[in-house]
T-cell receptor, first 110, second 116 residues
Framework: GDSVTQMEGPVTLSEEACLTI???????????LFWYVQYPGEGLQLLLK?????DKGSNKGFEATYRKETTSFHLEKGSVQVSDSAVYFC?????????FGAGTTVTVRA | DAGVIQSPRHEVTEMGQEVTLRCKPI?????LFWYRQTMMRGLELLIY????????DSGMPEDRFSAKMPNASFSTLKIQPSEPRDSAVYFC??????????????FGDGTRLSIL
């Protein structure tokens, strides 16, 4: 079935470091791709999205590019802050459903 | 704008008791989803409603679980009788889903359920 595989965590970084979280998806159909972020005690929030090949989603300094040739949607941020500490989920659409990766826990230390 | 509203935020009860979780989706959204999140299994889709009609309940674990959506602004997820293995965070999400448009889902803050 349609699935998403993302980099296992946890990831621990220092403030101002670069962050990359790898994500690959199964290539069936023409999915939309999403990154969600979950802060402690809260629900998932949409961070960014891309709906077709070569689209770049961006928000709050995060970016991800829809790469059809490599079936990837890696999340990147050039300079992280302590407030970026959260769990990040990669997701692809599957008709009305969303398939989620297992989540990557990111901790940013001051 | 109000997001997806879930209640209660926390629920602690003894096994065998009935548990009812509530959700108010974002106004105008025609799709509603119930998820369960655990450390072991991650996020699992339990049931999906479109225009108040259950479309896919294949993720509902067993007959102890039931969900209703009596109108466009309210849904419930009920567990009767509850068991300790039902302990998890339950999320409701809504979306203005339109086939082929890849709309994102908007999540509530969840109900943290503990069955003793």
């Amino acid at each position: 079935g349609d699935s998403v595989t993302q980099m296992e965590g946890p990831v621990t970084l220092s403030e101002e470091a670069c962050l990359t979280i790898n994500c690959t998806y199964t290539a069936t159909g023409y999915p939309s791709l999403f990154w969600y972020v979950q802060y402690p005690g809260e629900g998932l929030q949409l961070l960014l999205k891309a709906t077709k090949a070569d689209d770049k989603g961006s928000n709050k300094g995060f970016e991800a590019t829809y790469r059809k040739e490599t079936t990837s949607f890696h999340l990147e941020k050039g300079s992280v802050q302590v407030s970026d500490s959260a769990v990040y989920f990669c997701s692809r659409s599957n008709d009305y459903k969303l398939s989620f990766g297992a989540g990557t826990t990111v901790t940013v230390r001051a | 704008d109000a997001g997806v509203i879930q209640s209660p935020r926390h629920e602690v009860t003894e096994m065998g008791q009935e548990v009812t979780l509530r959700c108010k989706p974002i106004s105008g959204h025609n799709s509603l989803f119930w998820y369960r999140q655990t450390m072991m299994r991650g996020l699992e889709l339990l049931i999906y409603f479109n225009n108040n009609v259950p479309i896919d309940d294949s993720g509902m674990p067993e007959d102890r679980f039931s969900a209703k959506m009596p109108n466009a602004s309210f849904s419930t997820l009920k567990i009767q009788p509850s068991e300790p293995r039902d302990s998890a965070v339950y999320f409701c999400a809504s979306s203005p889903w339109d086939r082929g448009q890849g709309q994102p889902q908007h999540f509530g803050d969840g109900t943290r359920l503990s069955i003793l």
